[in-house]
């Protein structure tokens, strides 16, 4: 039975996936997001390792608060990276009758990838940056991978939601924002649009780790200025 490496989990969460929701926080990230408010999840070896029983056991202490829409989040982390045990997991949970989203950047690509959105109800997608430029400059990643991950989803015909951090003086202009909303529109299956506004009340997180965050200087962004951006949109 294969182990995973979980970072934390939240019993009932109301912002990742519809619902109120469990969400499971993966441990270990590839990437290095600019505005990651959990660098503490970075490491692989972190974590505390769980079967996907122990989890499920845990899990269906609150399956009577899911209620129709509701359900578990696994969320990283980047949760592709253990691909095997998230599928393993989204199994069991299905078999309670219990249903699945998974939160990603959608940077792995692969059989097991594809196995997992199998089991997959919903994918939360960060679709963080829209150029391979500042996908490497500003996520470490390749934007590319991230693009075909989500022809996957459309392919395979999983619900996505799309989500995306507004960052102040990054990529908060309005022509970087309908960018990401006509990237979204490419795909049938997108089911909603979140844009999420930056904030940074993840420097203590950095401080306490000794590492310098990339975004200390930047204001966190009022949802209401969001709002008027998002308003603005075609
Ligand atoms: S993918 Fe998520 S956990 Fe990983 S660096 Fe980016 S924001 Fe942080």
């Given at each position: 039975m294969t182990k995973g490496?979980?970072?934390?989990?939240?019993?009932?969460?109301?912002?990742?996936?519809p619902g109120?929701?469990?969400?499971?926080?993966?441990?270990?990230?590839?990437?290095?997001c600019v505005y990651c408010h959990n660098p503490d999840t970075w490491e692989f070896a972190g974590g505390q390792e769980m079967t996907a029983d122990e989890l499920v056991a845990k899990v269906v202490r609150f399956k009577t608060y899911f209620g129709k829409d509701g359900g578990v989040t696994v969320s990283g982390g980047e949760p592709l990276m253990q691909a095997?045990?998230?599928?393993?997991?989204?199994?069991?949970?299905?078999?309670?009758?219990?249903?699945?989203?998974l939160d990603t950047s959608g940077i792995l690509l692969g059989?097991?990838?594809?196995?997992?959105?199998?089991?997959?109800?919903?994918?939360?997608?960060?679709?963080?940056?829209?150029?391979?430029?500042?996908?490497?400059?500003?996520?470490?990643?390749?934007?590319?991978?991230?693009?075909?991950?989500?022809e996957l989803t459309k392919k395979m015909r999983i619900p996505i939601w799309?989500?995306?951090?507004?960052?102040?003086?990054?990529?908060?202009?309005?022509?970087?924002?309908?960018?990401?909303?006509d990237i979204a529109e490419e795909y049938p299956n997108m089911r909603k649009l979140e844009f999420l506004p930056f904030h940074n009340l993840c420097q203590e997180k950095y401080d306490t780790m000794q590492i310098p965050f990339p975004l200390e200087k930047t204001e966190s962004l009022s949802q209401e200025a969001l709002n008027e951006l998002v308003s603005q949109l075609k």
């Open positions: 490496r979980i970072h934390s989990v939240q019993s009932l969460g109301a912002v990742d996936g109120l929701r469990y969400v499971i926080f993966m441990q270990g990230c590839p990437l290095r095997e045990f998230v599928t393993e997991l989204f199994q069991k949970l299905h078999a309670q009758g219990i249903h699945t989203a059989e097991k990838v594809e196995k997992l959105l199998e089991h997959t109800d919903l994918v939360l997608a960060d679709l963080k940056f829209t150029t391979a430029e500042d996908y490497q400059q500003f996520a470490k990643g390749n934007y590319g991978h991230v693009r075909q991950f989500l799309i989500r995306h951090v507004v960052v102040p003086n990054m990529n908060d202009s309005l022509a970087s924002m309908q960018e990401v909303k």
